[in-house]
């Protein structure tokens, strides 16, 4: 190398160290594809050439995007500002970058959006919003108005309690295939809130504190293939909740507290091949159910359950009984149910146990302050009767008892009458001290 070329690769070396940390990015290191990552940057560089379509400002500290850091980049289609610190976003931002069809927002500092955020995006078909401070207030009517082509959506790990007041929020959102809003703190669904999605496919709402779920609340969503609900608070579920779900093919619901299925909630669910079900609260299981959860556990090879209800605390008595009975020892699933209880069956494989195992205990009400114990027997033990009805018995036998004395008393009064007859007036004439003579007292008694 000669001395002119070594003189020219130091300079070149002196600039670039000169120029900072955006020399990384500068506008002869990225003809089209702009990678400005871990710069340490405060703002979007405005040095870059006007022909991008990649912006990657990953991992930087930029904290507010104004209308004009984007004016020179109007043929931008991926734009990446993931792990920031913004927190504020002005009106009409994005406004002219109309050919942008992948947006990432996400773990930032956001805490709310203006209706006109993101005016001028109708070609946007990725947008990413997860890890911020988003609250329901963000869901605003008319937020996503424009946005027809958008495929992808993310709320994820967000601070949202609901999703928001107007059901229309997600209208014109029709080509939408996926919603996110997993790990929040959603606590109800409003009514009506997914309708227009009739393209969605997959939705996520597991790690949330969702406590129950109307029965059309996923309406309409006819296309949908993945539902996650996991790790939520729910104890019930409405029988046709699926319905209308035919091409459903993975149903997430572990980690609540179910206690019970609905024996036709799984119905018409055709291409389901994935139901998770384990670490909840259900005991039994409907007869009807098994042939429901067979069709879901095939697998050719058999290589893995696809069907997952362990965990649970199952309860092998005899409102278990026509379940086992339709059991055949066919199916992965049969192997994932063990009792419980009763306590003589813990541990226990219900596929191991006979129908005449699955008893159910004839219980007699404990009774306490409320109800009155009759001992029987010289050991103590006794029929405990509750106290209403003890108050009932002890009614009749009073009457009973006054009615037998009642009676007595009037059969004895009846008799003493019987015994002792009104004396006979004698109408004989009597001497002169008033009494009979004794001739006629003496014909008196032979009459008697």
């Given at each position: 190398?000669?001395?002119?070329?070594?003189?020219?690769?130091?300079?070149?070396?002196?600039?670039?160290?000169?120029?900072?940390?955006?020399?990384?990015?500068?506008?002869?290191?990225?003809?089209?594809?702009?990678?400005?990552?871990?710069?340490?940057?405060?703002?979007?560089?405005?040095?870059?050439?006007?022909?991008?379509?990649?912006?990657?400002?990953?991992?930087?500290?930029?904290?507010?995007?104004?209308?004009?850091?984007?004016?020179?980049?109007?043929?931008?289609?991926?734009?990446?500002?993931?792990?920031?610190?913004?927190?504020?976003?002005?009106?009409?931002?994005?406004?002219?970058?109309?050919?942008?069809?992948?947006?990432?927002?996400?773990?930032?500092?956001?805490?709310?959006?203006?209706?006109?955020?993101?005016?001028?995006?109708?070609?946007?078909?990725?947008?990413?919003?997860?890890?911020?401070?988003?609250?329901?207030?963000?869901?605003?009517?008319?937020?996503?108005?424009?946005?027809?082509?958008?495929?992808?959506?993310?709320?994820?790990?967000?601070?949202?309690?609901?999703?928001?007041?107007?059901?229309?929020?997600?209208?014109?959102?029709?080509?939408?295939?996926?919603?996110?809003?997993?790990?929040?703190?959603?606590?109800?669904?409003?009514?009506?809130?997914?309708?227009?999605?009739?393209?969605?496919?997959?939705?996520?709402?597991?790690?949330?504190?969702?406590?129950?779920?109307?029965?059309?609340?996923?309406?309409?969503?006819?296309?949908?293939?993945?539902?996650?609900?996991?790790?939520?608070?729910?104890?019930?579920?409405?029988?046709?909740?699926?319905?209308?779900?035919?091409?459903?093919?993975?149903?997430?619901?572990?980690?609540?507290?179910?206690?019970?299925?609905?024996?036709?909630?799984?119905?018409?669910?055709?291409?389901?091949?994935?139901?998770?079900?384990?670490?909840?609260?259900?005991?039994?299981?409907?007869?009807?159910?098994?042939?429901?959860?067979?069709?879901?556990?095939?697998?050719?090879?058999?290589?893995?359950?696809?069907?997952?209800?362990?965990?649970?605390?199952?309860?092998?008595?005899?409102?278990?009984?026509?379940?086992?009975?339709?059991?055949?020892?066919?199916?992965?699933?049969?192997?994932?149910?063990?009792?419980?209880?009763?306590?003589?069956?813990?541990?226990?494989?219900?596929?191991?146990?006979?129908?005449?195992?699955?008893?159910?205990?004839?219980?007699?009400?404990v009774i306490q302050s409320t109800k009155t114990e009759i001992n029987a027997g010289p050991t103590g033990s006794g029929i405990l009767l509750p106290a209403p009805l003890l108050a009932t018995l002890c009614v009749f036998l009073g009457l009973f008892i006054i009615s037998t004395i009642v009676f007595g008393v009037m059969c004895c009064m009846y008799k003493k009458r019987e015994g002792n007859p009104t004396?006979?007036?004698?109408?004989?004439?009597?001497?002169?001290?008033?009494?009979?003579?004794?001739?006629?007292?003496?014909?008196?008694?032979?009459?008697?």
């Amino acid at each position: 190398m000669s001395n002119k070329a070594r003189r020219l690769l130091v300079l070149l070396l002196i600039i670039l160290k000169e120029a900072g940390p955006t020399a990384a990015c500068s506008s002869f290191s990225c003809p089209s594809y702009c990678s400005c990552s871990n710069e340490g940057l405060t703002s979007v560089p405005k040095n870059l050439p006007t022909r991008i379509t990649t912006l990657t400002l990953e991992d930087n500290a930029i904290r507010t995007l104004s209308q004009s850091d984007f004016l020179r980049y109007k043929s931008l289609t991926s734009l990446v500002l993931t792990s920031n610190q913004i927190s504020m976003m002005q009106n009409n931002t994005f406004h002219n970058l109309t050919s942008l069809t992948h947006l990432y927002l996400n773990d930032n500092q956001l805490t709310s959006l203006t209706p006109d955020t993101f005016v001028g995006l109708g070609a946007l078909e990725y947008l990413d919003l997860g890890q911020n401070q988003l609250t329901t207030s963000s869901l605003s009517a008319g937020i996503f108005v424009g946005l027809s082509n958008l495929q992808y959506l993310s709320f994820s790990q967000n601070q949202l309690t609901s999703m928001s007041a107007d059901p229309d929020v997600f209208m014109g959102l029709g080509n939408l295939q996926e919603l996110s809003f997993h790990i929040n703190q959603l606590t109800t669904l409003p009514a009506g809130i997914f309708s227009g999605l009739g393209n969605l496919q997959t939705l996520y709402l597991h790690s949330n504190q969702l406590t129950n779920l109307t029965a059309d609340i996923f309406a309409g969503l006819s296309n949908l293939r993945t539902l996650s609900l996991q790790y939520n608070q729910l104890t019930a579920l409405p029988a046709d909740i699926f319905a209308g779900l035919g091409n459903l093919q993975t149903l997430w619901l572990y980690q609540n507290k179910l206690s019970s299925l609905p024996a036709g909630i799984f119905a018409g669910l055709g291409y389901l091949g994935d139901l998770r079900l384990y670490n909840n609260q259900l005991q039994t299981l409907p007869p009807m159910m098994y042939g429901i959860l067979g069709s879901i556990d095939v697998r050719s090879d058999y290589s893995s359950a696809t069907v997952s209800i362990y965990n649970n605390p199952w309860q092998c008595d005899c409102r278990m009984a026509p379940f086992r009975q339709r059991m055949t020892g066919g199916y992965p699933f049969e192997s994932q149910i063990i009792c419980a209880g009763p306590g003589n069956l813990k541990g226990q494989l219900l596929r191991g146990l006979f129908p005449e195992d699955l008893m159910c205990e004839e219980t007699t009400p404990v009774i306490q302050s409320t109800k009155t114990e009759i001992n029987a027997g010289p050991t103590g033990s006794g029929i405990l009767l509750p106290a209403p009805l003890l108050a009932t018995l002890c009614v009749f036998l009073g009457l009973f008892i006054i009615s037998t004395i009642v009676f007595g008393v009037m059969c004895c009064m009846y008799k003493k009458r019987e015994g002792n007859p009104t004396p006979v007036q004698n109408l004989s004439s009597t001497n002169a001290t008033g009494t009979s003579s004794g001739q006629e007292h003496i014909s008196l008694v032979k009459m008697e």
